[in-house]
């Protein structure tokens, strides 16, 4: 069965500081990677995916992932946060099977 | 194009009664997600439909939870009897093709507090 693991359950980083949300999963054949953002008392929305080709997805506010073949992850990274970022982020596979997501990461972005 | 639309946005209701949830996906897409939302759960898969016909019921809780979707563009989840343990979030999603490659678009979700 595919999984998605999202090993931290929050992470915090000062304003301007670069960040990091770690994903890994686990899927037979090639996977298909998304990672979504939820901000309080709305629905998920779509920041990027990684379908095939270049290893490094650029998304929308400035995000990016950089797919892993070899360590299975595919971490979502942005140079510069801002306190606007702070938000729940989604890692997501997708299979054959349906997309499965993770438990969530809540980043808090210090002033 | 106005999304995903979810109706109530907020639902409160007492032990035993039926509730019904409504979901109006983008036009155009041909398959749609429900989904629940708990901070115990985490984001939970439903049902999910395509071109109108339930694929994967899996997720469905129990048989007090059923969903119908009669056309491309409305579906409805139902909760008969409802439970305080049903209180969550619930969303809707819509895809063009149902494929795990495409984008899943979410509504903004119907809070329901079941007292």
């Known amino acids: 069965a595919q999984s998605v693991a999202q090993p931290e359950d929050q992470v915090n980083v000062a304003e301007g500081n670069p960040l990091t949300v770690k994903c890994t999963y686990s899927v037979s054949g090639n996977p298909y990677l998304f990672w979504y953002v939820q901000y309080p008392n709305r629905g998920l929305q779509f920041l990027l995916k990684?379908?095939?080709?270049?290893?490094l997805v650029k998304g929308s506010y400035g995000f990016e992932a950089e797919f892993n073949k070899s360590q299975t992850s595919f971490h979502l990274k942005k140079p510069s946060a801002l306190v606007s970022d702070s938000a729940l982020y989604f890692c997501a596979v997708g299979g054959y099977q349906k997309v499965t997501f993770g438990t969530g990461t809540k980043l808090q972005v210090i002033p | 194009d106005a999304g995903v639309i979810q109706s109530p946005r907020h639902e409160v209701t007492e032990m035993g009664q039926e509730v019904t949830l409504r979901c109006k996906p983008i036009s155009g897409h041909n398959s749609l997600f429900w989904y629940r939302q708990t901070m115990m759960r985490g984001l939970e898969l439903l049902i999910y439909?395509?071109?109108?016909?339930?694929?994967?019921d899996s997720g469905m809780p129990e048989d007090r939870f059923s969903a119908k979707m009669p056309n491309a563009s409305f579906s409805t989840l139902k909760i008969q009897p409802s439970e305080p343990r049903d209180s969550a979030v619930y969303f809707c999603a819509s895809t063009t093709s149902g494929f795990s490659t495409d984008t899943q678009y979410f509504g903004p979700g119907t809070r329901l507090t079941v007292l």
């Open positions: 439909f395509n071109n109108n016909v339930p694929i994967d």
């Open positions: 990684y379908i095939t080709g270049d290893n």
